[in-house]
């Protein structure tokens, strides 16, 4: 390809350049992102943008020396650095003013002109490095949202883009200023399109495919947000397939041709997860707008299979009328209105609240916690739209919140009012405490203790003959709360300064405590 005999040409004479380039980078690999601001190394990043400008304001013949006199001029930094993050702006600044200048050339116009171009240059190859560096961001979050593989850790990812950041972008910059390339815009978009986009497109589709073949091995439904990927990378199919029209490489246009092919078991996984979500969740206007575009974008790609001219002025005829159907047309709110209240009707009827004639009755206390939610969201949901249905039922929606204030109560007690004697022991304080469980766990000074809360609630409630699913309120634990706030394990008393207990469906369940102090060899009085 013409790019890849620019490249090798233009850095034909620069071998000692760019293994100096590589010798300073290869560090960062060794370097997290704190370290190097923190140990005073931030000259690493800044090295091969120096020794660049070094380069191109020097004759290369004393290239060498002026290695030698640079590397001696940071290994004084590095000693008088004073760690502030002005040391490093400073650093940026002058490799910033030796970049923009042309040997210092002493015709102003020219020193201007040229010194633009050479801003030009590093704007160029600044967004390009970014561009690639985002592009393999994108294939390995990929790789982590689809198969779960942690690729793209915080830490992973300053080691990578450090390491390529002061490798590739002095690189990028010294192609740009060679004579090779002095189409600037245009080696740009042919680079962009060519060594990033298209690669990382096809990466994606191929990960796509070998997803939906794992999951339908699997017979797992696909995960939600894998619906937008799939739209992107049509979306991104269709734009890079016109750029590549203007570029002529042969390689991708054979390429591009298969693409239709090999979208469609993407495509049919999509609809799939989003049939399915449809059918659980209902309607919403994203959903409503995600199908919207798929539907356009798999149509486009239908006519693309037996057109090998796909005509985009379709495209763009397609779009217009998708896009003026979908939100002058189509009445979105009430779709979503309509699908959000069926789903309410059939959980209604499924548990046998809703009669024949569509009238509301039946005991809602013993609906479980995760079904009273799902019908007051759904209730409160069309509340707010104004269906007549459920403001016609407002007596039935106080009952449901009603009944999940009952199914979800917190009773707390605390140690104040109560008064105990301690003879002959030894107060101590618990290192530390935690719940597990029913479990409370507290951590001593050289040994763990836990004990099941939920039977020490339950053998309570037994001393006045009550039991965890019966019908009392806060009183009864107010009656209970010394011998709830206070118990021995052995020869140790422990005394809670707090605890909670939780009322769910009908039962009183241990929820949390505090621990205030224990006492070694108790006799409480």
């Known amino acids: 390809m013409h790019i890849i005999t620019e490249l090798k040409a233009a850095f034909a004479d620069k071998k000692i ?176 399109i060519n060594f990033i986009l298209n690669p990382v497109l096809i990466i994606y589709v191929a990960l796509l495919n070998l997803y939906c073949i794992y999951r339908l091995i699997l017979l797992e439904l696909p995960r939600g947000g894998v619906a937008y990927i799939v739209l992107a990378c049509l979306i991104a199919g269709f734009v890079l397939r016109g750029l590549n029209l203007l570029i002529k490489s042969q390689i991708y246009d054979q390429i591009f041709k298969l693409l239709p092919l090999f979208i469609i078991l993407p495509s049919v996984l999509l609809w799939w997860g989003v049939m399915y979500r449809v059918g659980e969740y209902g309607l919403s206007e994203p959903r409503i707008y995600l199908i919207a575009c798929v539907i356009f974008a798999n149509l486009s790609y239908f006519v693309m299979i037996f057109f090998r001219n796909f005509p985009y002025k379709f495209l763009a005829f397609f779009m217009i009328f998708g896009i003026f159907f979908t939100h002058f047309i189509l009445d979105t709110k009430q779709l979503v209105l309509n699908s959000q209240k069926e789903l309410l009707l059939r959980e209604l009827r499924a548990l046998n609240l809703l009669d ?125 709360k010394e011998q709830l706030l206070i118990f021995e394990v052995g020869k140790r008393a422990f005394v809670l300064r707090s605890m909670e207990i939780v009322q769910e469906n009908g039962v009183y369940k241990f929820y949390g405590a505090s621990v205030l102090f224990y006492v070694e060899d108790a006799q409480l009085k």
Not at 22 to 31: D, E, K, Q, R, V
Not at 432 to 457: A, C, F, Y
Request: net charge neutral; glycine share 6%.
């Open 356 to 480: 024949s004639s569509g009238s509301l009755s039946g005991d809602v206390s013993k609906i479980g916690k995760e079904k009273l939610y799902f019908l007051q969201d759904k209730f409160d949901f069309l509340v707010e739209n104004g269906d007549k249905f459920a403001l016609e039922n407002k007596k039935f929606i106080v009952g449901l919140e009603a009944a999940e204030q009952k199914n979800w109560q917190i009773f707390s007690i605390d140690f104040s009012g109560i008064t105990i004697n301690v003879k002959d022991a030894t107060i101590k304080s618990v290192v530390s405490s935690s719940t597990n469980g029913n479990e409370l766990v507290m951590q001593l000074d050289h040994e763990r203790v836990s004990i099941d809360m939920q039977k020490h609630l339950e053998k309570a409630l037994a001393s006045l003959n009550l039991k965890p699913d019966g019908d009392f309120g806060a009183e009864v634990f107010e009656q209970l």
């Open 17 to 192: 350049l760019l293994l100096t380039i590589l010798a300073f980078s290869l560090p960062t690999i060794f370097l997290s992102s704190s370290q190097i601001i923190e140990d005073y190394r931030g000259f690493w990043l800044l090295e091969p943008l120096l020794l660049v400008a070094i380069y191109l304001n020097k004759r290369q013949i004393l290239l060498p020396l002026y290695f030698l006199i640079f590397g001696a001029t940071l290994y004084f930094f590095g000693l008088k650095l004073s760690g502030h993050a002005s040391d490093l702006v400073a650093l940026y600044l002058m490799a910033f003013v030796l970049l923009s200048s042309l040997n210092f050339a002493k015709d102003n116009e020219k020193f201007i002109s040229q010194s633009l171009a050479r801003l030009l240059n590093l704007l160029i190859s600044f967004a390009l490095f970014h561009l690639f560096f985002l592009g393999i961001f994108a294939v390995c979050a990929g790789l982590n949202y689809l198969f779960g593989l942690e690729l793209s850790t915080s830490h992973r990812t300053q080691r990578l883009y450090l390491t390529l950041v002061s490798f590739g972008l002095p690189c990028l910059f010294l192609f740009f200023e060679s004579k090779f390339s002095e189409y600037r815009l245009l080696n740009f978009i042919k680079i962009a």
